[in-house]
């Protein structure tokens, strides 16, 4: 991406692709580009070895900018053309995310799989239609939450973990500034029954990292709270989040999500990610490493009992799960991700909001 301040069209690619299947094995489809992660999804797919066979948007802008980047896409007439092809197994989307479980639903009623921009739900209703569509049809409903998945410091953190790097983890910690970009954003964006609030939107994110770097399978929430401290032009919009979870390990969880990500930082944002644990703590530089010369990221620091390290993870990390949806999707299996930590993430972040509008209505 040319434009590091551009976190709407942020699409990261890998320097050596290392596809999972073999070429024409895995087709799938790409629809409904509202949000610019839609590029980062599409790309993901496409280095793990899939072909993105059809391309469709109402928007014909949208739809020839999405050709231009990948020539050999065919532009289907419509959403049917594309779910009426028995040789798509998944279609990938970032609709406006209020739409996105209508996409999705339709996705699995056609028999293929779908991979959505987060948020994937904006309502516990949408939600559990959806829980409900997967256990009838036996597709899956997957999420990109890109913070973790396409960031090779935030997939890295993980695999530590897994490995016992600081011992059991006992809190986890993240701050996730964001640029604003006014004039970039669709009309949605400052509408929150569109959105879903910002807890529901940037903190499913968070929440999902949550649940991955402690192991646990749900939280209960502490504190929620939401304000519009600088955008009083958009009512509805919230620039600024925060939640605290009691995960059911025991493990203690805040994130704090904001849109005040300053002029002078070189990227769209600066998310930090702090992981205490019973031998060690790690901290997250996924973005940027500050005031380094060039500009450096994917940076872990590990601190343990035999001593201090830093992990440069640019480039030699890579983005594994990509390849892993394929497999899952041919496979049915679910190394990627579990169907339930999937919605387990959403779940929690919608639970979060409601709790946030609470509060706040009561101020």
């Not at 596809?19 to 949000?35: C, T």
């Not at 929430?221 to 958009?234: G, H, M, S, T, Y």
């Not at 925060?242 to 990500?261: H, I, K, P, Q």
């Not at 909001?353 to 101020?363: K, N, P, S």
Request: charged fraction near 25%.
């Amino acid at each position: 991406m040319s434009n590091l301040r551009d976190g709407m069209n942020w699409a990261p690619k890998v320097e050596k692709p290392t596809p999972v299947v073999q070429p024409g094995q895995f087709a799938f489809a790409s629809a409904f580009f509202e949000h610019g992660h839609i590029y980062g999804q599409t790309n993901g797919l496409i280095e793990a070895g899939g072909q993105c066979k059809w391309a469709w948007d109402p928007d014909p802008v949208k739809l020839e900018k999405f050709r231009q980047t990948y020539p050999g896409v065919r532009v289907a007439r419509s959403y049917a053309e594309i779910l009426n092809d028995p040789e798509v197994r998944l279609v990938t989307a970032a609709a406006i995310p209020c739409d996105r479980p209508d996409v999705g639903y339709a996705c699995l009623r056609a028999d293929k799989d779908y991979f959505t921009d987060k948020p994937p739900f904006t309502t516990l209703a949408q939600l559990e239609q959806a829980r409900q569509l997967v256990r009838e049809t036996g597709k899956k409903y997957m999420c990109d939450y890109s913070e973790r998945l396409h960031t090779e410091a935030g997939w890295q953190a993980g695999e530590m973990l897994r490995e016992g790097a600081i011992g059991r983890v006992l809190q986890v910690l993240i701050l996730a500034p964001h640029n604003l970009g006014r004039g970039g954003r669709p009309p949605w964006f400052w509408q929150k029954e569109k959105f879903g609030g910002i807890l529901t939107d940037i903190g499913s994110h968070q929440i999902e990292q949550f649940l991955t770097y402690t192991g646990a399978t749900d939280g209960t929430i502490n504190f929620a709270r939401v304000d519009n401290f600088a955008n009083p032009d958009a009512p509805t919009f919230e620039d600024f989040g925060e939640v605290s979870f009691t995960m059911n390990n025991g493990a203690s969880c805040y994130c704090r999500l904001d849109w005040f990500n300053p002029k002078g930082l070189r990227t769209w944002g600066d998310g930090r990610t702090f992981i205490l644990g019973t031998d060690g703590y790690i901290e997250v530089r996924k973005y940027i490493e500050i005031t380094s010369e060039p500009m450096e990221s994917q940076v872990l620091y590990w601190v343990d009992h035999t001593g201090e390290k830093r992990v440069p993870c640019q480039g030699k990390i890579g983005f594994p799960f990509y390849g892993r949806l394929i497999l899952d999707c041919l496979e049915r299996t679910e190394r990627a991700m579990t169907q339930e930590h999937c919605f387990k993430a959403a779940e929690l972040s919608v639970l979060a909001q409601a709790a946030a509008d609470r509060a706040r209505a009561q101020r």
